[in-house]
């Protein structure tokens, strides 16, 4: 190998070894990121490790330390990637995070059966500090707690699932001064007797994303059960709650709701202070096998808004408490609210075309925007409070059921009655276009609908610019009266039915007017009925005199022309007597033909003799004889 060929190769080389270290400090990095956990019997208490093993405790870990108060941030942490492996408790438990410490379950499988479940009678996973966990599943198996959130503990649950199978057990209990925030994944009770998410004492349990299920068909069941006192709370914001019993009980501490669905086969609250108030840009859904709420003495559980499927608004706990039903000022519901509305609220039985009753809550104004968009057919049964509606189409029925004021298009309905909405019309019939100088009728004809016998007024609005006059006809006395000024009838107003009434209009020049035809109401100048009409006004039609000019045959020099009538008042030229077919003057004119005599010519025929044909026959002999001599002179030549 040439010196030059060995100095290359070291060059190579040199690149290669540079190239491997450039890359080893990212890889490094990414093992020390997760560490790899392979033994089957223990867990790390601190770090961030990933398993590669299954593991059966034969103790509990403890994560952290004790501490008099939960620090913002734990001193100590676990994070732990399950990475579709098994943790199996010790019959102590899984994990006890002390009130310092921190604990992160996570699962990177790809198909996310990374689990941790119960070997004995404590719960899986205490927490007294901080917990997290956004993937894999904690399962309970036994009369304990997949998770205990106790004391001020705190824990975030963004992913996985968290069940309890067994009767007595628990999936989640919150206790003491505790909180926990569930916003995404799954927590479900799956058996008879067994709790999905058990709220304690002090404690705090915030939703807004996920589904909690309670699969228990005890009358006592819920999904979420609040044993708490007045400063503990369940606040759902998002998420499902769904149940085959109750969905949400507390009898003390405070339920809000803003956010989301519940779903229950028996109550959807079993509450005393329940509030309903979804927050803006948000819905509420809650369906109910049974009734809405399920009531203690002295409760205060307030709907102000969402929407209920229920076939009854409040079942009683109690019959000796006065101050036990709900407060309803909003929403929509499938069963009729109105003994539950407050004295500020509209009720109103609302039912489209084809679709079942529904019943709408809420300010005067609110339910008016909901309903005055209603399309013909349709009923609107006022149950409780006051509203002024303006139903803008025909065929709509209003009721007034309650005792509230109510107006539709600005007539009252009283308590009891009911009217069918029909709107006042008033139309113009006319010809398309009326001749200049002439008086020409047209009509203007009005249905009263429901307003029939209000007394009302007519207007004639247009720029009278090309018109002389206009003019109405008197039934009474038969003559024609000139229109002075934009009204027409009594001044006093006349009763409004079905009526048709004759005008007639002038036009002084040809030209379009544009006009707007009212029928006011003449105690309050509310304008019952509006149409709009354009009247064209055109020159009278031409009268033609016609004068006859008879055919001429064109000569040499003088042109002739065709047979054709002529209008000297409109220059028109026609080529029959009832001037139907209009002609050019071009078409009635026939040329002179131009031609002109020789004077050595003539037009006699030569007779037989005539020795006028004489030098024509020489001619023609001499050059017949010429021929023949030149012929034979050229044969000479031969």
């Not at 709370?233 to 085959?244: L, M, P």
């Not at 203690?296 to 307030?302: E, I």
């Not at 049964?381 to 009721?399: F, H, M, N, Q, R």
């Not at 019939?429 to 008086?439: C, I, Q, R, S």
Request: proline content about 3%; hydrophobic content about 35%; glycine content about 10%.
């Amino acid at each position: 190998m040439t010196q030059k060929a060995k100095f290359r190769k070291a060059i190579s080389i040199f690149v290669t070894v540079l190239m491997v270290v450039a890359l080893m400090p990212s890889i490094v990095f990414a093992d020390a990121t997760y560490q790899e956990w392979s033994k089957a019997d223990s867990l790390p208490t601190s770090g961030v490790y990933k398993l590669t093993t299954d593991v059966t405790l034969s103790d509990k870990v403890t994560v952290g330390g004790w501490a008099s108060e939960r620090p913002e941030q734990p001193t100590k942490t676990l994070v732990l990637d399950l990475n579709g492996h098994t943790i199996t408790a010790s019959s102590k438990g899984a994990f006890y995070v002390q009130t310092s410490g921190g604990l992160t379950i996570e699962d990177s499988s790809a198909e996310g059966t990374g689990k941790i479940v119960s070997n004995g009678s404590n719960e899986i996973i205490y927490v007294g500090g901080a917990f997290s966990m956004t993937g894999g599943t904690i399962q309970n198996d036994t009369s304990s707690y997949a998770l205990f959130v106790n004391g001020s503990g705190k824990a975030d649950v963004s992913g996985g699932s968290i069940i309890n199978t067994a009767k007595n057990g628990y999936a989640v209990q919150v206790n003491s001064n505790a909180s926990m925030n569930f916003s995404n994944g799954t927590i479900q009770n799956t058996v008879n007797g067994g709790q999905a998410v058990y709220v304690n004492t002090s404690a705090k349990f915030t939703m807004t994303g996920g589904k909690v299920m309670q699969d228990s068909t005890y009358s006592s069941s819920a999904a979420i059960y609040s044993n708490g006192q007045k400063d503990s709370s369940v606040t759902i914001a998002g998420g499902e709650v769904v149940s085959k019993s109750i969905g949400v009980y507390s009898a003390f501490s405070p339920v809000t709701v803003t956010g989301g669905s519940i779903n229950a086969d028996n109550y959807a609250f079993q509450t005393r202070y329940a509030t309903v108030d979804p927050a803006e840009g948000k819905e509420v859904a809650v369906t109910s096998g049974k009734s809405i709420f399920y009531t203690f003495g002295s409760s205060d559980n307030k709907v102000l808004g969402g929407d209920f499927d229920a076939p009854a608004i409040v079942k009683e706990y109690t019959t000796s408490d006065d101050n036990k039903k709900a407060t309803i000022s909003g929403g929509s519901f499938t069963t009729s609210p109105a003994d539950y509305v407050d004295a500020d609220s509209t009720a109103v039985g609302y039912t489209k075309p084809g679709e079942d009753k529904v019943f709408l809550v809420g300010s005067s104004k609110e339910i008016a925007e909901e309903v005055n968009s209603a399309v013909a057919g349709s009923t609107i049964d006022i149950l409780k409070g006051d509203v002024d509606l303006s139903i803008a189409v025909d065929g709509v029925t209003i009721s007034n059921s309650g005792d509230g004021n109510v107006t539709v298009n600005g007539d009252k309905v009283n308590q009891g009655d009911n009217i069918v909405i029909e709107h006042p019309t008033v139309s113009v019939t006319k010809p398309d276009v009326f001749t200049v100088g002439e008086a020409q009728e047209y009509t203007v004809s009005t249905t009263g609908g429901s307003k029939t016998g209000t007394m009302v007024k007519g207007y004639f609005k247009a720029d009278n610019a090309n018109i002389a006059k206009i003019e109405y006809y008197e039934t009474a006395d038969g003559n024609w009266y000139e229109l002075t000024g934009d009204s027409f009838g009594p001044q006093s107003g006349f009763p409004l039915g079905d009526f048709t009434s004759k005008f007639r209009v002038t036009f002084t020049e040809a030209g379009c007017v544009n006009a707007t035809i009212q029928i006011k109401a003449v105690d309050n100048d509310a304008v019952l009925a509006e149409t709009t009409a354009e009247f064209k006004g055109v020159p009278a039609p031409h009268v033609h005199t016609p004068t006859e000019v008879k055919a001429k045959a064109a000569t040499c020099t003088e042109d002739g022309n065709i047979a054709y009538w002529y209008c000297a008042d409109c220059g028109k030229y026609f080529s029959d007597e009832a001037l139907t077919k209009e002609i050019s003057k071009d078409s009635i004119m026939i040329p002179a033909t131009g031609e002109k005599p020789d004077k050595n010519e003539t037009t006699d025929v030569p007779k037989t003799g005539d020795t006028g044909m004489l030098p024509w026959m020489l001619a023609l002999l001499l050059s017949a004889g010429g021929f023949t001599v030149l012929g034979i002179k050229k044969k000479h030549a031969k």
